[in-house]
């Protein structure tokens, strides 16, 4: 199984801040990486797949990057609904569809 | 516009098995390329993948779990149905379908608390 290294396992932010988070895979993946939004009690939402083409209703201030075995996520100009746990995905190897173990963003 | 959603008991037995039902709309799984996925999430935790199956009726499960797992389709209902047997109180979790257009998980249903305990 392809194994999802998240890296920080939260953080802390202030509106405004640009927030980047690593995604370090054990195989190379190319750039099938996908990331995900979940807020507490609520459905994980798509933001980016293929690790850097944004899903259409997604605010341009994410972005992603990276190929191979290395990807990130960045958010610009953090805004309040933006706190929230994130996750990468891969979907190159399959099955099964691995998922990182999440980051936190939480208010600073 | 895409909607999933997931029905189910939400409190079985130690042994018991899990037979969840994803209803959709807005998509049709005999549609080339299409699939639908189960992903759960124990209470605090990460989101594990369990099962896919896709338009063609091609299946894939979780390495870890596929001794106990069947995913299956009725198209004409536009439902998928996830069964788990023998759980065990670490099942614990909401459970969420999602369709599968392409390489990511997108939409996902609102998820369905299923809890583990005599």
């Known amino acids: 199984d392809v194994q999802m290294t998240q890296s920080p396992f939260s953080l802390s932010a202030s509106i405004g801040d640009t927030v980047t988070i690593t995604c370090r895979t054990s195989?190379?993946?190319?750039?099938?990486v996908n990331w995900y939004q979940q807020k507490p009690g609520k459905a994980p939402k798509l933001l980016i797949y293929?690790?850097?083409n944004l899903k259409g209703d997604v605010p341009s201030r994410f972005s992603g990057s990276g190929s191979g075995t290395d990807f990130t996520l960045t958010i610009s100009s953090l805004q309040p609904e933006d706190f929230a746990t994130y996750y990468c995905?891969?979907?190159?190897?399959?099955?099964?569809?691995?998922f990182g173990q999440g980051t936190k963003v939480e208010v600073k | 516009q895409i909607t999933l959603k997931e029905s189910g008991p939400t409190l079985v037995k130690p042994t018991q098995t899990l037979t969840l039902t994803c209803t959709f709309s807005?998509?049709?799984?005999?549609?080339?390329?299409?699939?639908v996925g189960w992903i759960r999430q124990p209470p605090g935790k990460a989101l594990e993948w369990l099962a896919l199956?896709?338009?063609?009726?091609?299946?894939r499960y979780s390495p870890a779990l596929k001794n106990r797992l069947t995913i299956t389709k009725d198209t004409s209902k536009n439902q998928v149905v996830l069964t788990m047997t023998n759980m065990d109180p670490v099942d614990t979790a909401t459970y969420y379908c999602?369709?599968?257009?392409?390489?990511?998980?997108?939409?996902w249903g609102q998820g369905t608390l299923v809890t583990v305990s005599s």
């Open positions: 293929a690790a850097s």
């Open positions: 807005g998509f049709s799984l005999s549609t080339s390329g299409v699939g």
């Open positions: 999602a369709h599968l257009p392409g390489t990511g998980f997108a939409p």
């Open positions: 199956i896709y338009w063609d009726d091609d299946k």
């Open positions: 995905q891969q979907s190159y190897i399959t099955p099964p569809w691995t």
């Open positions: 195989q190379n993946i190319r750039s099938y």
